[in-house]
């Protein structure tokens, strides 16, 4: 079983939905969570960065952390074209290595 | 403008042959990063390092090398040990103690 794992989509909604992307991990310590977004032949790029639980809005972008569930999610509101990239869930258990387990990634395509 | 570089963009590798990859920050950061990326599974970790002189294996280490001579610096050398290398290689880098890793927009190796 992977420590992190994460539907690979793809995912098609129209322009203007509400996407909904999650990851759910099996290690109890992981801490910190993060989402990138990573465009074709780019590097990921960070959206949201959440230590422990609960959540963080920035924009049309919302972050959710249910530790007790070890659950969380990425939520776009009013999705854009611009939006279609590979979401990246990421997390680590210590600040001091800073060791990231990635989740696979989700394809996602906002159709105009 | 602050960031991190990565040469080349795009790299070829014959038979029996080592490349290195190149990899430079001007963000003042103490940690750097090498992950290998592949369809369908996400990041691996190969090295990492979090201070000058220093440096650690990390899950995928096997057929690579690194050197940390500067802080700004971290080469990944691709050897002829590593059957499989054709892949998109990320560095990353970040400050140490729980801060989230910034990405270059990656290195894609190819088998001649």
């Known amino acids: 079983q992977k420590e992190v794992e994460q539907d690979p989509g793809p995912l098609s909604v129209p322009e203007g939905a509400i996407v909904s992307l999650n990851c759910t991990y099996s290690n109890s310590a992981f801490q910190y969570f993060m989402w990138y977004r990573q465009y074709s032949r780019k590097g990921p790029e960070l959206l949201m960065y959440t230590y422990s639980s609960g959540n963080k809005e920035d924009g049309r972008f919302t972050a959710q952390v249910d530790k007790s569930s070890k659950y969380i999610s990425l939520f776009i509101r009013d999705s854009q074209p611009s939006d279609s990239a590979t979401y990246l869930c990421?997390?680590?258990?210590?600040?001091?290595?800073?060791?990231?387990?990635f989740g696979t990634g989700t394809l996602l395509a906002v159709q105009p | 403008d602050g960031g991190i570089t990565q040469s080349p963009k795009y790299l070829f590798r014959k038979e029996g042959q080592n490349v290195t990859l190149s990899c430079e920050q001007n963000l003042n950061h103490d940690a750097m990063y090498w992950y290998r990326q592949d369809p369908g599974q996400g990041l691996r970790l190969i090295y990492y390092s979090q201070i000058v002189n220093d440096f650690q294996k990390g899950d995928i280490a096997e057929g690579y090398s690194v050197s940390r001579e500067k802080k700004e610096s971290f080469p990944l050398t691709v050897t002829s040990a590593q059957k499989n290398p054709t892949a998109f290689y990320l560095c990353a880098s970040t400050h140490t103690g729980g801060q989230p890793q910034h990405f270059g927009d990656g290195t894609r190796l190819s088998i001649l």
């Open positions: 990421a997390m680590s258990a210590s600040g001091a290595t800073n060791k990231l387990i």
